[in-house]
């Protein structure tokens, strides 16, 4: 008895989102990866370089305190006692700064590839995954929101790795040697000021921060429901002309948009906020700093040069610090950003290889749907016990009315789902224990609707067979009928069909789509309403086209004109999801039953006789 196995597994409107620190353990590996011995090379010279860059950066004000004291006539320095004037000191003060920012520059670049190589892996195993998911997935998903997931999360792998690595850790790092540097200088009381004015300031950077965050947030939840409404207006651009829509799409789009801008006020607003707050801090902490050493200067304790050193360190540490609510603000937006997209990775695959699956061993092509039964919702089954029985090299047609199964026949067939009880087979090998792969390859299909890239037709059909020659190509476009009208073109097979093949007419289109899987030249076929688009002459001519391609193949048609399919070698008609009809075209006319009607019905709605069309 066949296993069975359930295929209504929910599936959430949003990815999960993983926390902080399942992110962070996320990306390590990509800075360490195992056996890429060039990565840790570049990410410890990187780290080398950054604190070869702060301790440059740190005795900067040295020589900046050297040449004032030389200036002032002060006790002399060491550096004075080793020959050095006011203006070598000077000279020495400029090649220090200099090369603290030659240090910080030769990171990056050594760092860049590093980064950039992590990137493209997270980016390549996102999209590979995404394909991986199942059709269930994708038909629940909003392709615009899902864009902006994937696009915000690499964005965020980039700003943690730059920002993290070269702003949070070497700031920490310079603030803790100046700290220790005040203590040795000047005392303990200095450093006392510096550590509670850094504390303060990290303080209320952090709390102003995520409240801003949660702001931030909503701003993005705006921003993604704009972005869906838009690339779903275009996609459908055409029904939005069609009813006079344009007006009605641009009011919902600015309502999404609205919401974004009352979040960006906020937003905008908050950094004021933690703009005017931050500067009180640092200011207060600068001023009090400063009016010590001025008070040491007074008393003989300290020189005109301890003085500007103690400034100038201030204001170095300053600098960075200012930024510190951005890059935190923005480390903490990555860090959402990239959990999303995490969190989208760690989306299971409802449709998987078993493992140890084997390759499907195609000899025939005997197709079998024994006792299977499916649906799409728990509540609301669509198959309901089929038996099909597809001999090799025959031709069998499903027939009829709109929801009654026919499509998730084909659907089951190429595994975009699992059955929920039952069992499909090719030549005796249930697909659940074969390779998608393998499975994928032997299966051609022309859907209803075919949808091509935004490339040239010569693309859209190769894709059928990459590495098909080109012979091979515009072989299959003659056999679809439609190497004449290409060569027509201006730029032949170069011509690009636009977004979805919306240059193409919709007849153009399917004729690409059936050269596409004639190229492929699958033993088993499976074509869903493939002629539906065309008009009756072209209709006639790949039907012809069709038949010749069906030769010793397994040819599942699902119809509706039910003169395409008079000549099949079994007509299956489903209702209700399950077949209450089967047979050949004569015999099922003779029975008088549910095709009978069917055909009556589509006979009295043509003008010419379906019997003359069809040959029957």
């Known amino acids: 008895m066949p296993p069975v196995i359930p295929a209504n597994r929910p599936t959430p409107a949003e990815p999960p989102s993983t926390s902080g620190m399942v992110t962070i353990r996320r990306v390590l590996p990509y800075l360490w990866p195992k056996g890429e011995t060039w990565v840790k090379r570049r990410v410890v010279l990187a780290m080398l370089m950054l604190l070869m860059a702060k301790i440059v950066s740190v005795s900067t004000p040295f020589f900046y305190k050297q040449a004032v004291d030389a200036l002032a006539g002060d006790a002399p ?15 020495a003060y400029g090649i220090a700064r200099l090369g603290a920012v030659a240090f910080g520059e030769l990171r990056d670049a050594v760092f860049v590839r590093v980064g950039q190589r992590a990137l493209r892996k997270l980016a390549l195993e996102t999209f590979t995954h995404i394909h991986q998911l199942s059709l269930r997935y994708h038909i629940s998903r909003k392709t615009g929101g899902l864009s902006r997931i994937i696009e915000r999360g690499v964005k965020g792998v980039d ?83 069609y009813f006079g829509a344009a007006s009605r799409e641009a009011a919902r789009y600015d309502r999404a948009m609205e919401g974004y801008e009352s979040a960006a006020v906020k937003t905008g607003q908050s950094l004021s906020f933690l703009n005017a707050g931050q500067a009180l801090i640092i200011t207060t902490g600068l001023v009090i700093v400063m009016v010590m050493a001025a008070q040491g200067v007074q008393a003989g304790l300290l020189t005109v040069g301890d003085f500007v050193m103690v400034n100038a360190y201030m204001i170095q540490i300053t600098m960075p610090l200012n930024f510190l609510g951005t890059v935190y603000r923005e480390i903490r937006q990555a860090l959402v950003d990239m959990g999303q997209m995490f969190g989208l990775l760690m989306q299971p695959a409802e449709i998987t290889d ?50 009654s199964g026919k499509s998730t026949i084909g659907r089951l067939l190429f595994r975009f789902y699992d059955v929920t009880a039952g069992a499909v087979t090719i030549d005796g090998q249930d697909i659940r224990n074969i390779t998608q792969n393998s499975l994928h390859a032997q299966i051609g299909v022309v859907p209803q609707d075919t949808v091509l890239f935004n490339d040239t037709i010569y693309y859209n059909i190769a894709y059928g067979r ?72 072209t209709e006639s001519d790949i039907q012809a086209s069709l038949r010749e391609m069906g030769q010793g193949r397994t040819v599942i048609t699902i119809a509706h004109r039910l003169s395409t399919i008079a000549d099949a070698d079994q007509i299956v008609v489903l209702d209700g999801g399950v077949i209450v009809e089967r047979g050949r075209h004569e015999d099922l006319l003779a029975n008088g039953g549910r095709y009978a009607a069917m055909w009556a019905m589509q006979a009295s709605d043509e003008d010419e006789p379906p019997l003359a069309r069809a040959g029957a």
């Open 77 to 91: 320095s060491p550096a004075t006692l080793l020959g050095l004037t006011a203006v070598g000191l000077t000279v």
């Open 159 to 241: 700003f943690l790795l730059r920002f993290m690595l070269f702003s949070i850790g070497p700031l920490i790092l310079e603030l803790s040697m100046v700290s220790v540097l005040f203590a040795v200088l000047f005392g303990w009381q200095y450093m006392a000021v510096v550590v509670i004015t850094i504390a303060l300031y990290v303080t209320f950077t952090f709390k102003i921060t995520e409240w801003r965050v949660q702001i931030r947030r909503q701003m993005n939840d705006q921003d993604t429901d704009a972005n869906q409404k838009a690339i779903d207006s275009l996609l459908n651009f055409e029904t939005v002309r």
């Open 354 to 403: 078993k493992p140890g699956a084997t390759r499907l061993k195609v000899s025939g092509g005997h197709v079998r749907f024994e006792d299977v039964r499916f649906a799409y919702d728990a509540e609301r089954p669509i198959l309901k016990g089929i038996t099909l029985d597809v001999p090799a090299g025959q031709t069998v047609a499903l027939v009829g009315p709109s929801g």
């Open 466 to 537: 990459p590495e098909a020659s080109r012979a091979e190509v515009e072989g299959a476009a003659r056999a679809a009928k439609i190497h004449e009208f290409i060569l027509s073109l201006p730029d032949g097979y170069d011509t690009t069909v636009g977004e979805r093949g919306l240059k193409l007419s919709g007849g153009e289109k399917q004729r690409v789509g059936i050269a596409r899987t004639l190229l492929k030249n699958p033993p088993i076929l499976l074509l869903d309403e493939a002629t539906s688009a065309l008009d009756t002459q």
